[in-house]
């Protein structure tokens, strides 16, 4: 007979979420999707620039989610979570999820010229160095990225989100055209057409004399009388964008709106949308978005897409299932 006193029944799961200083607002979001209180963390500077974390109520045992999104201050707010993965790991949380909905240094994902880092990597590297369990991310710039992990990362996309806003706008019947910024993004704006009955696709090449400088080059496609909405998956200083809304209006589209993920919004980007004949720029809130700045610009929330990603993940369930299984990487 078994002797009761053997048995051990191990505690219920505890979701945890925790916010850094990127992009507190999303994290708020999520946790009231979640119905869950975000949980209580001290987090400051100090006056040489070291950063300091405390967590203030006890995260043992927990499955901890933390949601940092490094971009306005990358390399601090990059810093910041990992000094928050290893405060949680060394007061023993069970498991430690990174979100990162914008992937920092997501564009420095391979060589181009000799001598060059492959950014993105030391970024995958600092993350595992600081033991946590797995990532969780949003169109990232390149599929390779999830191969520099060995530890899990699921991939999300708000490109179906992105999609649906654009399919039930009422555009009085004019047809539509997708756009693809240049000749990589062409998967990603194939799988924003795949949304939409009836939406053309068009692509357009360019080129980089300089960081930062983009000069739209080739165009293929009929963008004539249709409203042409070009699909990215990064908005910085909206250089791209700018050069492919007037090379789309000079090829005779009727109207052109702009949609990407990750809206950035660095340097020139705002007053460059606003003198630029784009009708509305689409994106969403991966990273904090001053929408303020300029009013051609939509910011559309992703925490729904999170909260469910983190609800299936602490219940062990598919991730995949929430895109139809359309949330693979390129
Ligand atoms: C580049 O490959 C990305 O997909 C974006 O097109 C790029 O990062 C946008 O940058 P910017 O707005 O500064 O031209």
Do not use: W
Request: hydrophobic share 45%; with cysteine.
């Amino acid at each position: 007979m078994a002797d009761s006193t053997c048995c051990v029944t191990s505690p219920r799961k505890r979701l945890m979420i925790f916010s850094g200083r990127s992009n507190p607002a999303l994290a708020a979001k999520i946790a009231d999707k979640l119905d869950v209180q975000l949980g209580s963390i001290e987090l400051k500077t100090f006056s040489n620039g070291e950063i300091y974390a405390r967590f203030e109520e006890n995260v043992r045992g927990s499955d901890m989610f933390i949601v940092q999104s490094p971009c306005d201050s990358i390399n601090d707010e990059l810093m910041e979570l990992l000094i928050m993965i290893q405060a949680a790991q060394l007061a023993s949380a069970k498991r430690i999820t990174a979100v990162m909905p914008y992937y920092p240094y997501s564009r420095q994902d391979k060589k181009s010229a000799a001598r060059e880092p492959i950014s993105a990597r030391l970024v995958a590297t600092l993350l595992e160095a600081s033991k946590v369990d797995r990532v969780l991310s949003m169109d990232l710039h390149q599929g390779q990225i999830q191969g520099f992990f060995e530890i899990p990362v699921d991939h999300m996309t708000a490109v179906p989100m992105l999609a649906d806003y654009f399919r039930y706008k009422d555009f009085g019947g004019t047809p539509l055209v997708a756009v693809s910024a240049d000749a990589g993004g062409v998967k990603l704006a194939k799988r924003f057409i795949n949304r939409i009955p009836g939406c053309d696709l068009a692509v357009l090449t360019k080129m980089r004399p300089d960081h930062n400088v983009a000069q739209t080059m080739h165009f293929i496609g009929d963008v004539r009388d249709k409203i042409a909405i070009i699909v990215d998956d990064i908005i910085d200083t909206a250089g791209s964008i700018t050069s492919a809304i007037e090379t789309l209006y000079d090829n005779g589209a009727k109207e052109v709106y702009v949609t990407a993920t990750h809206g950035i919004f660095s340097g020139p980007a705002f007053d460059r949308i606003g003198s630029s004949g784009v009708k509305e720029v689409v994106v969403t809130d991966t990273v904090h978005v001053e929408a303020a700045g300029c009013d051609k610009v939509k910011v559309l929330s992703v925490a729904d897409i999170l909260a469910r990603t983190i609800r299936n993940v602490f219940e062990d369930e598919s991730v995949s299932e929430i895109f139809a299984g359309d949330n693979q990487l390129f």
